[in-house]
């Protein structure tokens, strides 16, 4: 009997329709080929649920979302949100989705396929072989650190303001995350923090340090975060994996995306301890792009490979997905953000339909 998977599909904002139509297409021909059955569910997150509920993550979404075995989202945000009041803004949503389903823990994978390495911005032999993961902490950190808030001092002058915190227990949570994707990996772990000036990082230092007696075969480096973002791009083939706190770990990895040709081809996939976990690609919703038909749809299809792969434990269901990707690109498929010379410029419906071609021929 096929295997029955629920999975909640968030498609979100501007590109984010379109870059799922293709993953659900992709999904459909894959379960086919392998008998596995999925019992998509969509639901509103971001502008689209502002549009229709007035927030950006109602009730009924987390819970579909709790109630399902993995959630695929595409992506939120837009200009048309853009001035509403933080709480009820389509990224507040994103966040307290995070929250309410626990996922501490943000793979977020930076590899350079040997297709693309032309289409970075970065020089062949800097970018060549890059294959790094970054564990980034997810729910903790700057991001829901409190007090949080506009305040007003006793002269009456706002003043902004928000907490970066981290309990020991967060920072071991997510370091043995991050310990155990190093030892599966080249058994590398480089930890991020700004200990030279930050509390909280001197504690994030010390706990990652203690932590790493644990795993005798993986090295253990630190850097300060501001070195990282230099060394990222003067040698990325340094890193193996890398940890690091919620805001450095969402700046780092977009750095770590372009080394990769384009932010339109990196996945990622969000973990908790238990319950489903939430897929989506690191970029956003794209607004400039939205509704040309212009979107990269791969790192959508990547984090429903990613999904298979971490959250619904189907291995040869990524590998078809992964092969797939990698067979249109040999094809010299493009999307105008990966396209180069002599390649063939394709429409993001275009490069779904190159994709089912391509998993339907193997
Ligand atoms: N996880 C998410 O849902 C998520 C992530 C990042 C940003 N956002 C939100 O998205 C909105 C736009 O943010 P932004 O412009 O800073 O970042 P963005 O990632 O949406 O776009 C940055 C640049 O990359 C391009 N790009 C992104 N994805 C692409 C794709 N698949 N194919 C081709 N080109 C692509 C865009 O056209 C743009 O030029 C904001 O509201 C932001 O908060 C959402
Ligand atoms: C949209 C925003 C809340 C989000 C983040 O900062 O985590 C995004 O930039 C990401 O990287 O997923
Ligand atoms: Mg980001």
């Known amino acids: 009997m096929a295997q029955n998977y629920r999975i909640t599909l968030l498609p979100g904002d501007g590109i984010g329709p379109e870059i799922m139509a293709v993953a659900v297409d992709v999904l459909k021909v894959v379960g086919k080929q392998l008998d596995l059955s999925f019992e998509f569910t969509e639901a509103l997150l971001g502008g689209a649920a502002i549009d229709a509920t007035s927030s950006p993550l109602p009730d009924e979404t987390l819970l579909t979302c709790r109630n399902s075995d993995a959630v695929l989202l595409a992506a939120i945000g837009g200009y048309k949100w853009d001035n509403l009041p933080r709480h009820q803004r389509p990224e507040t949503g994103l966040l307290g989705l995070r929250a309410g ?7 977020r994978p930076a590899k350079i396929l040997p297709q693309l390495v032309d289409a970075s911005s970065l020089k ?10 970054v564990v980034r902490e997810l729910t903790g950190g700057i991001y829901f650190g409190q007090p949080k808030g506009v305040f007003e001092t006793e002269t009456g002058e706002k003043r902004g303001v928000n907490t970066m915190a981290y309990t020991e227990a967060e920072i071991d949570r997510i370091g043995r995350v991050a310990f155990e994707t190093a030892q599966k990996r080249g058994g590398k772990l480089c930890s991020v923090d700004k200990a030279n000036v930050l509390e909280v ?8 340090t203690l932590l790493s007696k644990e795993y005798p075969g993986v090295e253990l480096s630190h850097l300060y975060v501001d070195a990282a973002a230099m060394e990222l791009v003067r040698r990325p083939k340094q890193f193996d994996t890398i940890v690091t706190g919620n805001l450095f770990g969402d700046i780092l990895s977009d750095a770590a995306a372009m080394l990769t040709g384009s932010i339109g081809m990196l996945p990622s996939a969000s973990l908790g301890a238990s319950g489903p976990g939430l897929f989506e ?11 040309q038909d212009k979107a990269n749809p791969l790192a959508q299809v990547l984090s429903a490979a990613m999904m298979l792969r971490y959250g619904l434990n189907q291995p040869t269901a990524a590998d078809k997905i992964e092969q797939a990707v990698l067979q249109v690109l040999d094809k010299g498929d493009r999307t105008g953000d990966i396209m180069s010379e002599g390649m063939n410029l394709l429409g993001c419906r275009a490069m779904g339909d190159s994709l089912i071609q391509a998993l339907e021929e193997s």
Do not use: T
């Not at 062949?124 to 993961?133: A, L, N, S």
């Open 101 to 107: 389903l626990g996922l501490f823990a943000n793979l």
């Open 124 to 133: 062949r032999e800097v970018v060549e072989g890059v294959d790094m993961m």
């Open 201 to 208: 990082s001197q504690l994030w230092r010390d706990r990652i």
């Open 281 to 291: 690609p690191v970029h956003g919703s794209a607004p400039d792009i939205a509704g």
